[in-house]
């Protein structure tokens, strides 16, 4: 519902002709909502909805032989198919690599799974928390190390899976250019949080020296303050490392008696006393709005951010003056804001366009422009549940 789908609206929001293939039932994600007013409806699902703007849509059952023969006469014309079936399934259909590069030698195939293309869990079924946590991210983060790991936040290796496959997948095509022939981009999105998330000093620097670190619970031990702390409204986060930020945090407290002492102008001289530090600081945090904190601080050069609620991130003038919320009109749902895409090429401008289409909505477009099918063999092919 995400992997794939997120991966491959990167490639529409820059300007791919992007096609969707669905099975004529419609995918998971559509059913999965979130739904105005909690109301299912396969053409107002929130996840699908933000998942797949700016794609072509049409529906096909690649598991029936006619299915199969109009998928593979899309994979003749296409640069690039994201998939993120287990490679079992592909097999199944008969539509893993080998079989597509028959089609098209030129094919770039970026297949995203939990676990990867090979190995002895590569069949393992598997969602999104399933490969974060197996990537060893919940020994380093989310919880304390005399307690139970936290679950993370949803669709974490997902994104960082699609944005994996987005990234190498136009590597794969700038090679096909340079040197000619497609290629498989196995992505497994537990490996993707395991090189990222977790990084190399941890599961790395283990595997050669038998050191790594563990969660420490709420904010970073090596020194302080870093951590949230609490406000008069709420919350902020003050992230002090260096010296220069810790003078820059005394000016904006106003240089506390308790702050003065020499040996605060040492990183792990700060971590070590900890509890003194936060108990000063907490006093004149406390006695200011959150966002008050965040600009005393900032206007200082002090590494501090307000702990923002969703509703006030979507109300947060700095998003709202880089346009980064899109309105996108959608044939059932109407208007309907949603996040622009995360990176910004003032030269090429990017982002959703079109909302995402309708179940099946391209079908004619596609299967009788692309193919000349026929009406009566489109019907037909309805009828018979192929698309």
Same mark, same amino acid.
């Given at each position: 519902m995400v992997s794939a789908p997120y991966c491959a609206r990167m490639f529409a929001d820059l300007g791919a002709d992007v096609i969707k293939v669905e099975p004529p039932n419609g995918e998971a994600a559509r059913r999965a909502g979130p739904f105005p007013g909690d109301v299912s409806h396969p053409e107002k699902s929130g996840l699908f909805f933000i998942m797949n703007t700016n794609k072509r849509g049409v529906t096909c059952d690649v598991s029936t032989a006619q299915g199969r023969e109009l998928f593979l006469g899309l994979i003749g014309q296409a640069d690039v198919l994201i998939e993120n079936h287990l490679p079992a399934q592909m097999r199944e259909w008969g539509l893993d690599y080998e079989a597509l590069a028959v089609v098209n030698p030129n094919l770039v195939v970026v297949s995203i799974t939990p676990y990867g293309q090979t190995g002895p869990y590569s069949h393992w079924n598997g969602c999104d928390l399933n490969a974060y946590h197996l990537s060893g991210a919940s020994s380093r983060y989310c919880g304390y190390p005399d307690r139970m790991p936290?679950?993370?936040?949803? #669709?974490?290796?997902?994104?960082?899976?699609? &944005?994996?496959? !987005?990234?190498?997948?136009?590597?794969?095509?700038?090679?096909?250019?340079? &040197?000619?022939?497609?290629?498989? &981009?196995? %992505?497994?999105? !537990? +490996?993707?949080?395991? !090189?990222?998330?977790v990084g190399g000093p941890n599961i790395g620097g283990y595997a050669q020296d038998g050191v790594f670190n563990q969660r420490t619970g709420m904010g970073n031990v090596v020194s302080a303050p870093a951590s949230i702390v609490p406000c008069r409204d709420g919350h902020a986060w003050i992230m002090v490392m260096e010296l220069p930020q810790w003078i820059g945090l005394r000016k904006a407290m106003g240089?506390?008696?308790?702050?003065?002492? +020499?040996? #605060? +102008?040492?990183? #792990? %001289?700060?971590?070590?006393?900890?509890d003194i530090i936060y108990a000063g600081l907490t006093e004149w945090t406390m006695q200011h709005d959150k966002m008050e904190v965040m600009a005393l601080g900032q206007a200082q050069g002090v590494p501090v951010s307000a702990v923002l609620g969703i509703d006030e991130a979507v109300a947060l003038p700095h998003l709202q003056e880089r346009k980064h919320f899109v309105d996108v009109e959608h044939a059932v749902l109407g208007a309907v804001r949603i996040l622009g895409a995360p990176f910004q090429?003032? !030269?090429?401008?990017?982002?959703?366009?079109?909302?995402?289409p309708l179940l099946g909505e391209h079908n004619d477009e596609v299967w009788r422009g692309m193919f000349e099918l026929s009406k009566d063999e489109l019907e037909r092919l309805r009828g018979e549940g192929v698309v």
């Open positions: 936290l679950q993370h936040g949803t #669709f974490s290796a997902d994104y960082f899976g699609a &944005v994996t496959g !987005a990234t190498w997948g136009l590597a794969a095509l700038h090679g096909r250019d340079l &040197v000619g022939g497609g290629q498989q &981009v196995d %992505v497994s999105s !537990a +490996e993707a949080i395991a !090189a990222t998330y240089d506390p008696d308790w702050s003065q002492l +020499e040996m #605060f +102008e040492d990183t #792990f %001289v700060r971590g070590q006393n900890g090429l003032p !030269a090429a401008p990017c982002g959703p366009r079109y909302a995402p």
